[in-house]
């Protein structure tokens, strides 16, 4: 089974940055499809739904990003430590909200912004809070 474990919440100010790390333990099966194949980071705002905001292919490093966040943010991996990151600059105030690692195996594939549909991932991590004051 793979685990997530993200890190690196907090509370800033508006405009401040924060990055955060989401590290995987992944299958320890011998199966090929067993391996991961992208990972994502999602959030939920108090009262609303959870979206995807970024994602990454693993190993290739394609990324993408969601409208809300393009300009200020940006993710990338670290395959040798089982990790991936989410760097976030000019946070605002509705950036607030539980911050969602999650990962896929090569069972599903995505392209575009369908990787950031969250009925396409199979592991989740227990998420960590940012929150952005003004």
């Known amino acids: 089974r793979v685990t997530l474990v993200e890190s690196g919440g907090g ?12 590290t995987y333990s992944p299958s320890t099966s011998t199966d090929n499809y067993s391996r991961l194949n992208y990972m994502g980071w999602f959030r ?13 292919k693993i190993g290739s490093g394609t990324s993408y990003l969601s409208d809300s966040v393009k300009g200020r943010a940006a993710v990338s991996q670290d395959t040798s430590e ?26 599903s594939d995505c392209s575009g912004t369908n990787c950031l549909e969250d009925s396409r991932y199979k592991f989740w991590g227990q998420g960590t809070q940012v929150s952005v004051s003004s």
């Not at 800033?12 to 989401?22: F, P």
């Not at 939920?44 to 990454?56: F, M, N, T």
Request: glycine letters at 8%; charged letters at 25%; a positive charge.
């Open 11 to 22: 509370s800033v100010q508006a405009g401040g940055s924060l990055r955060l790390s989401c």
């Open 44 to 56: 939920e705002a108090q009262g609303k739904e959870r979206v995807g905001i970024a994602a990454i």
């Open 82 to 107: 089982n990790r991936i990151y989410l760097e976030m600059n000019n946070l605002k105030p509705e950036d607030t909200a539980l911050y969602f690692c999650a990962a896929a195996d090569r069972r």
